[in-house]
């Protein structure tokens, strides 16, 4: 089924370690974001692609990094964890780079303790 | 710069009561303007689009040009209602990224 997938679902880990937050998409999407967002609270974009090898910080500054080796991977990197990274992570992925709504995955609730 | 304002947090009506949502964007062009929900541990999903104007769920939204707004309204709200709603825009240049609303919360009371 075409969707987006996002693992893990929850991360608990300790100060210092290094995570990979995983995002794949079956929709042949050409852009993808990452965003923050607190529970309930407002979406941040971190990071988006408009494709293959193209990587862009957005517009809230995050230490994390990111790359598009592939179409349908997106993956979100942070190589130190601190507990100011708690948070959930949502991938998100666009139909097209001019038009199109976003679909998003079911994100990553990551602790950091 | 664009900007998505809703200015409500947090709104509580009664079941069978009306609803609206309140949303107004800044933005020079024509953009396309986009509603989505949260429902509590679900995954934030489009419940509707300007360009389709259909009702989904109940809901409809008009985009209203000369007041910029795209309020979402539903005649008689449910339970099932209670969510996190955000307003989106799209601005038509190329590239350009989704700009989202801080959100509100529609609690439906019994």
């Known amino acids: 089924e075409a969707d987006i997938y996002q693992t893990p679902r929850y991360l608990v880990i300790g100060t210092g370690k290094k995570i990979t937050l995983e995002c794949s998409q079956t929709m042949g999407h050409d852009k993808m974001y990452w965003y923050q967002q607190d529970p309930g609270m407002e979406l941040h974009l971190i990071h988006y692609?408009?494709?293959?090898?193209?990587?862009e910080k957005g517009d809230l500054s995050s230490e994390s990094t990111v790359s598009r080796i592939r179409t349908e991977h997106f993956p979100l990197t942070l190589e130190s964890a601190r507990p100011s990274h708690t948070s959930q992570y949502l991938c998100a992925s666009s139909e097209s780079v001019v038009r199109g709504a976003e679909t998003f995955g079911s994100g990553t609730r990551l602790t950091v303790v | 710069a664009q900007r998505v304002t809703q200015p409500e947090k947090l709104l509580s009506v009664f079941k069978g009561a009306p609803v609206e949502l309140k949303c107004n964007y800044s933005y020079s062009g024509s953009p396309e303007l986009f509603w989505y929900v949260q429902y509590s541990r679900q995954r934030l999903q489009l419940l509707l689009r300007h360009i389709s104007r259909e009702s989904i769920k109940g809901f409809t939204a008009d985009l209203n040009k000369g007041e910029t707004s795209f309020h979402l309204k539903k005649p008689f709200a449910q339970e099932e209602d209670s969510a996190m709603y955000y307003c989106?825009?799209?601005?038509?240049?190329?590239?350009?990224?989704?700009?989202f609303g801080p959100g509100t919360r529609l609690s439906v009371l019994p």
């Open positions: 989106a825009l799209r601005p038509v240049n190329y590239g350009q990224n989704f700009v």
């Open positions: 692609s408009y494709g293959v090898n193209s990587t």
